[in-house]
């Protein structure tokens, strides 16, 4: 099936600083979406793209939908300890059924006080 | 709010019993996923179902098979457990059956499952 690679897989940052991953792929998509899983928890929709090129904002966290429709990335400023855990890019591709989802594989994200 | 709630968060089973995993949306859409999670691998997509008694297989059917009775309740069912099963099973919901670029899935918080 279709990949998305997502890096890095891990980050290790000191509190305050601020974060960049990404996520690319050989093949066009229509949507992108960014989650987080905090530990023992189910992903929770942070940011949602929907037109290539489009750059939006959830507090301290940035995103933006790459101009060719093949790669999305996520920033955050600013890190505090609840942004502990990992991220999944997600994308669904320019046609299907039931709003099916490729995910990549997750950044983790930790921090250090 | 969506809601999506899985019947146990924490499950044990022995190699070979039949294990049910249950999940509820409570925001009437059509479509429900049930995934797989694994260090390094991901979310991958086992089953999933548009309408009720309707399903198609996922990236990793195998060993699986679902229910969907009413629209609301979409089953996992391990017809006979295997250690290689032990896994973090993740439940979706999304609205609807149509193809809408604007349509999100909402995620269950989870069942951590280990097969002895």
């Known amino acids: 099936g279709q990949q998305l690679n997502q890096s890095p897989q891990s980050m290790f940052i000191q509190e305050g600083e601020d974060v960049s991953m990404n996520c690319t792929s050989s093949?066009?998509?229509?949507?992108w979406l960014w989650y987080k899983q905090d530990p023992g928890e189910g992903p929770v929709l942070l940011i949602a793209?929907?037109?290539?090129?489009e750059l939006t904002s959830n507090g301290r966290l940035t995103a933006q939908f790459g101009i060719t429709r093949k790669d999305s990335f996520l920033n955050i400023s600013a890190s505090i300890p609840s942004d502990v855990g990992i991220y999944f890019c997600a994308a669904r591709p320019l046609t299907g059924t039931a709003s099916k989802l490729t995910f990549g594989t997750g950044t983790r994200l930790q921090v250090t006080l | 709010d969506v809601k999506v709630t899985q019947s146990s968060r924490y499950l044990v089973k022995r190699t070979g019993e039949k294990v049910f995993l249950e999940c509820v949306q409570d925001?009437?859409?059509?479509?429900m996923f049930w995934y797989r999670q694994d260090p390094g691998l991901g979310l991958r997509l086992i089953y999933f179902?548009?309408?009720?008694?309707?399903?198609e297989k996922g990236d990793i059917p195998e060993g699986y098979s679902v229910s969907r009775e009413k629209k609301e309740r979409f089953s996992l069912i391990l017809e006979s457990a295997s250690t290689n099963q032990t896994s973090m099973y993740l439940c979706a919901s999304s609205r609807t059956i149509a193809y809408s670029s604007t349509d999100t899935q909402y995620f269950g918080p989870g069942t951590r499952l280990t097969v002895l």
């Open positions: 179902s548009y309408d009720v008694k309707m399903k």
């Open positions: 093949s066009i998509f229509n949507t």
């Open positions: 793209l929907y037109k290539a090129g």
């Open positions: 925001m009437d859409h059509e479509n």
